[in-house]
Nanobody
């Protein structure tokens, strides 16, 4: 049974930082492409960042480039999202997602339908 558990969300003032974590179990993590998505109330779930299994390839939405950093630790089965210079428009529920058996060193996915497994989400609220 695959489980993805996000943590690290919370309330922060504009300009502040948060670090999200997503712990995976029941999946061969070292072969999985991972992604972060977010969904604000009344909006669609949008791609935030993606990372290949080897960390050789990273990708970001334009709205977060230069402020967010995705990383992973395959020994800990965990993917991270470091979020700096947060803005009120970053307020959303943040989800991590896994696409197992993605053995290309350079592949990650920005489409939500490419991922097989999802976490329950963690709320990030940025006050102005």
């Amino acid at each position: 049974q695959v489980q993805l558990v996000e943590s690290g969300g919370g309330l922060v003032q504009a300009g502040g930082s948060l670090r999200l974590s997503c712990a995976a179990s029941g999946v061969t993590f070292s072969g999985a492409a991972m992604g972060w998505f977010r969904q604000a109330p009344g909006k669609e779930r949008d791609f935030v960042a993606g990372i290949s299994w080897s960390s050789d390839s990273l990708g970001y939405a334009d709205s977060v480039k230069g402020r967010f950093t995705v990383s992973r630790d395959n020994e800990k089965n965990t993917v991270y999202l470091q979020m700096n210079s947060l803005k009120p428009e970053d307020t959303a529920v943040y989800y991590c997602a896994a696409r197992p058996e993605t053995y290309s060193r350079y592949t990650y996915y920005s489409r939500s339908d490419a991922y097989n497994y999802w976490g329950q989400g963690t709320q990030v609220t940025v006050s102005s």
